[in-house]
């Protein structure tokens, strides 16, 4: 226990870190609070609109749903089709705000029952379209055919969903905006990785790691000591992370209505197959990051283990999260090719976005496995090599 304490002062309980976990904390509960701010204006105009939208949560109102799409396409003409654009010029309007949001839900209603457009690459979605595509296969006698078992699967979990229905969920748009974009790698891993980065780099720099190493210790005891502190410093990390966002996130709302909603009001997760309520998909999105976080920290850990510096290990390291995030942002031509390299790269497998935000399947064995279970599973899988990598690659490390 105290070689565990020892080594997470190293990484942790030093006034160096300590320091720069306060700067962090700031800077994401500043990020957390602007966002909200960015979209909903003042906590008047917040009120105002809960208040607005109340009458309007539920299933859709074909004679609201005209009015909104008035009041957006006189929006539109006059500030442009970018939502973002339109956010920030009527954030201080709560009824050109609740006609904006119910135009959107509007658009979801649709694309429910009718799908995406037949040209899309997207990965097909709809319940009409979905339909359409199972008679095909149907016609061409291909009910055996993987692609058949996926789509009927996810008709069969879409009609079990139900309609979308609309509800004031604008605290939780904005936590997962902040839990689900990958400006979040950039706040998170690479404060994370100069943070776990000396963990071996730093005795190997000064020579001391073959001493320790051969202590009456015993090379696996320290070992495990670094490995816990990794883990224990990666969660922490993560945690002040994800608190920061959402208290701070919380204030301009000063409510957490919409937290009983189905994440399918959401937007982002419109597409989401996934029966989560807003509260349960923050835990579980809180859980996937710390998850995500500790796999990521032991990466880094295991460079540190091979290098000889924290500069080089700092870099190799960021190289990895950045060839990753590179290569999602490539175009569907090259990323088809690569496809499991991006579905299973820290760009795509760490945003909660990509691994929830649909209903991805991957054939194993015959058998039809989710995006979330199957990225558990390839984590895991590296989790165990990652330390096994870690522990042989000490073993020759001790002196003679």
């Known amino acids: 226990m105290s070689l565990y304490r020892f080594e997470l002062g190293k990484l942790l309980l030093n006034k160096k870190t300590i320091s720069l976990l306060v700067c962090l904390f700031v800077l994401y509960s500043l990020i957390g609070?602007?966002?909200?701010l960015f979209l909903i204006g003042s906590g008047d105009s917040y009120r105002v609109y809960e208040e607005l939208a109340a009458d309007y949560e539920g299933s859709l109102d074909a004679e609201k749903a005209a009015w909104a799409k008035k009041v957006y396409e006189e929006i539109s003409t006059r500030y442009g089709t970018d939502s973002r654009m339109i956010a920030r010029s009527i954030k201080d309007q709560p009824e050109t705000m609740l006609a904006l949001k119910y135009n959107e839900f509007a658009g979801r209603v649709d694309e429910y029952w009718n799908g995406t457009p037949p040209e899309s690459a997207e990965e097909p979605y709809g319940i009409a379209l979905l339909q359409l595509k199972l008679e095909e296969l149907e016609e061409q006698e291909k009910q055996s055919t993987f692609e058949y078992k996926k789509l009927s699967d996810s008709l069969k979990i879409l009609t079990a969903l139900g309609e979308p229905k609309f509800a004031n969920i604008l605290l939780w748009e904005n936590l997962f905006v902040n839990w689900g974009e990958h400006l979040m790698q950039f706040l998170l891993f690479v404060p994370l990785t100069f943070i776990i980065a000396p963990v071996f780099a730093v005795e190997r720099e000064t020579g001391m790691d073959h001493l320790i190493l051969s202590s009456r210790s015993g090379r696996r005891k320290i070992v495990t000591a670094k490995l816990l502190s990794i883990l224990t410093a990666s969660v922490a990390f993560v945690v002040l992370y994800v608190a920061a966002t959402f208290i701070f996130g919380f204030l301009p709302?000063?409510?957490l209505h919409g937290w009983d909603a189905a994440i399918q009001s959401i937007p982002t997760y419109a597409r989401s197959m996934f029966?989560?309520?807003a509260w349960q998909f923050a835990v579980i999105g809180a859980a996937w990051?710390?998850?995500?976080?500790a796999v990521y920290s032991l990466i880094v850990g295991l460079v540190s283990s091979r290098m000889k510096s924290q500069r080089?290990?700092?870099g190799v390291s960021l190289a990895i999260l950045f060839i990753n995030v590179g290569l999602a942002a490539l175009g569907d031509a090259v990323t088809q090719?690569?496809?499991p390299l991006v579905d299973f790269g820290l760009a795509n497998v760490t945003l909660i976005k990509e691994v929830f935000g649909g209903f991805k399947f991957f054939d194993v064995f015959g058998?039809?496995?989710?995006?979330p279970v199957m990225a558990l599973l390839v984590l895991g899988v590296m989790t165990l090599l990652i330390?096994?990598?870690i522990y042989q690659g000490q073993k020759g490390r001790t002196a003679a």
């Open 387 to 389: 330390i096994f990598g």
């Open 253 to 255: 709302h000063a409510s």
């Open 33 to 36: 609070f602007a966002t909200s």
């Open 275 to 277: 029966g989560f309520k």
């Open 367 to 371: 058998m039809n496995i989710s995006y």
């Open 289 to 293: 990051m710390i998850f995500t976080g």
């Open 312 to 314: 080089g290990t700092v």
């Open 337 to 339: 090719r690569i496809q």
